[in-house]
């Protein structure tokens, strides 16, 4: 695990027992990867933060607060990946920002495991979104991670990231719980204004063999997949390549 260059909570150095309680705590958090003091889909980030502070914890939280404490974290640093945590320590919310060096993506396709799991609360980037547990176990088991399956068979997400297929000329999003992310919402965005017809729809496993391929977004990029399980799926890298160039068409905004 990433050990972050710095850490702040409500914009001063973290001590120790600020830590304690966050690490015990209940809360919710957000990730985003910063160039040159900027970083795509800052209201998306904002947005998600306040939404999930009233509906965890009852309280509004100041975007503009959010943006100072990341400002302020950042100091002097123009690339960084960074992450924004919300807990509620006493009667306000507590804003902790992690400072750590800017991450990128893989660009080799992707080997999955399958996991039936489904994460409570899907809609939110709760602390205990990462699930570790099944990233690790993936890997032990020599995949590059794993990807959520209801207990229906039916897709939901990967466990740190979005999936998406491809089938035919559109782009389709598993309609199961997930978490909405900001890569995979920039791209919907991207997406319509380029005319590439993207919808949500139920992606079943038995679904898979007969879709063109598929590909994880998250705050580090896209990258392709190319397996589910012990399905090959087919790399089209000319669909890859648009998905590249929308996402890249994206502008930065200033934190």
């Known amino acids: 695990m990433d050990i972050p260059d710095r850490i702040e909570i409500d914009g001063r150095s973290a001590r120790v027992h600020d830590l304690w309680g966050a690490v015990f705590g209940h809360g919710h958090f957000t990730a985003?990867?910063?160039?040159?003091?900027?970083?795509?889909?800052?209201?998306?980030?904002?947005?998600?933060?306040?939404?999930?502070?009233?509906?965890?914890?009852?309280?509004?939280?100041?975007?503009?607060?959010?943006r100072e404490r990341i400002r302020r974290a950042l100091g002097d640093t123009q690339d960084a990946s960074i992450r924004v945590y919300v807990f509620l320590p006493d009667r306000e919310p507590s804003v902790i920002v992690t400072v750590r060096p800017p991450g990128g993506?893989?660009?080799?396709?992707?080997?999955?495991?399958l996991v039936r799991f489904q994460r409570p609360q899907a809609h939110l980037k709760h602390v205990g979104f990462v699930h570790v547990d099944h990233t690790e176990l993936a890997r032990a088991h020599g995949f590059a991670g794993a990807v959520l399956v209801t207990s229906d068979g039916h897709?939901?997400?990967?466990?740190?990231?979005?999936?998406?297929?491809?089938?035919g000329s559109t782009v389709v999003w598993p309609d199961a719980p997930h978490l909405d992310g900001i890569t995979m919402q920039l791209l919907e965005r991207t997406l319509a204004e380029r005319g590439t017809p993207?919808?949500?729809?139920?992606?079943?496993?038995?679904?898979?063999?007969?879709?063109?391929?598929?590909?994880?977004?998250?705050?580090?990029?896209?990258v392709p997949v190319g397996s589910l399980g012990d399905v090959a799926l087919t790399v089209n890298a000319e669909r890859m390549r648009s998905l590249h160039d929308a996402y890249g068409s994206v502008s930065w905004d200033e934190i």
């Open 105 to 113: 993506i893989p660009t080799a396709p992707q080997r999955l495991e």
């Open 32 to 66: 985003m990867q910063v160039r040159g003091g900027r970083t795509r889909g800052l209201d998306l980030h904002l947005r998600r933060l306040e939404a999930a502070t009233q509906e965890l914890f009852e309280r509004g939280l100041d975007g503009d607060v959010v």
């Open 198 to 222: 993207s919808r949500r729809a139920p992606v079943r496993l038995t679904d898979v063999p007969a879709l063109d391929g598929a590909f994880l977004s998250n705050a580090r990029g896209i």
């Open 155 to 167: 897709i939901s997400e990967a466990a740190i990231a979005n999936i998406g297929f491809f089938e």
